[in-house]
């Protein structure tokens, strides 16, 4: 079977999307437990921002990946 870049970018994208949802989860719990530090709280977003980011992107190209 042939190399299908757009798949490896999909599979690539939704792997980091789950690591970013990973890593929210546990800062979320940190932050309700009163773990975190305080310059950790506005990352939460970032990192789910991130997650969305790359779970958009992992479906656009899958979709390519269709199209070839």
């Known amino acids: 079977m042939a190399f299908n870049s757009a798949t490896y970018y999909a599979n690539k994208s939704s ?5 970013s949802l990973k ?6 719990a940190r932050i309700e437990s009163g773990t975190a530090y305080d ?17 958009r992107s992992s479906v656009n190209m899958r979709r390519i990946a269709k199209m070839k």
């Open 15 to 19: 792997r980091e999307a789950w690591e």
């Open 23 to 28: 890593a929210a989860r546990e800062l979320k």
């Open 39 to 55: 310059w950790e709280i506005p990352r939460l977003e970032y990192h789910v921002k991130i997650a969305r980011l790359r779970m």
